[in-house]
């Protein structure tokens, strides 16, 4: 569960090295999960998910301003509707529930943006002549 597959990679070897930490932090969480922990350390393992989640997200929505990218609305939006349903995974959390499932979920849909929405930002950052680095 939680694996990475070079078929996720979009190209940008920062914005790469971010999605594999994303998927390493997911992972801690759900063995975790299933080796029963308790909930201060899951707690900080999904407050570290979510931490890295809202400052890959920023990288990327800074590398798109710097590039002018035509689809940073888009874009930034889909960031939007993911950092919702992580906030509403962590408030369930925080009520007791468990969340394995959402947090699931979210990797799942997080995969999907990774492999339609930002690839199609890192084809468009290769084509940019001295577009800036992820920063
Ligand atoms: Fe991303
Ligand atoms: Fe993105």
């Given at each position: 569960?939680?694996?990475?597959?070079?078929?996720?990679?979009?190209?940008?070897?920062?914005?790469?090295?971010?999605?594999?930490?994303?998927?390493?932090?997911?992972?801690?969480?759900?063995?975790?999960?299933?080796?029963?922990?308790?909930?201060?350390?899951?707690?900080?393992?999904?407050?570290?998910?979510?931490?890295?989640?809202?400052?890959?997200?920023?990288?990327?929505?800074?590398?798109?301003?710097?590039?002018?990218?035509p689809e940073h609305e888009q874009h930034s939006s889909e960031?939007r509707d993911l950092r919702a349903r992580l906030a509403t995974?962590?408030?369930?959390?925080?009520?007791?529930?468990?969340?394995?499932?959402?947090?699931?979920?979210?990797?799942?849909?997080?995969?999907?943006?990774?492999?339609?929405?930002?690839?199609?930002?890192?084809?468009?950052?290769?084509?940019?002549?001295?577009?800036?680095?992820?920063?």
């Open positions: 569960m939680f694996e990475w597959n070079d078929d996720y990679l979009v190209g940008v070897t920062a914005i790469d090295e971010q999605h594999k930490q994303l998927f390493r932090l997911a992972r801690r969480f759900h063995d975790a999960v299933v080796a029963n922990k308790g909930k201060a350390m899951l707690d900080e393992l999904l407050d570290a998910l979510v931490r890295y989640t809202e400052g890959h997200f920023q990288v990327e929505e800074r590398l798109m301003m710097a590039c002018h990218y960031h995974s962590e408030e369930r959390f925080e009520n007791g529930e468990t969340v394995t499932i959402q947090v699931l979920q979210f990797m799942s849909r997080l995969t999907a943006h990774i492999t339609s929405t930002d690839l199609r930002l890192g084809d468009y950052h290769r084509t940019q002549k001295d577009a800036p680095n992820p920063v």
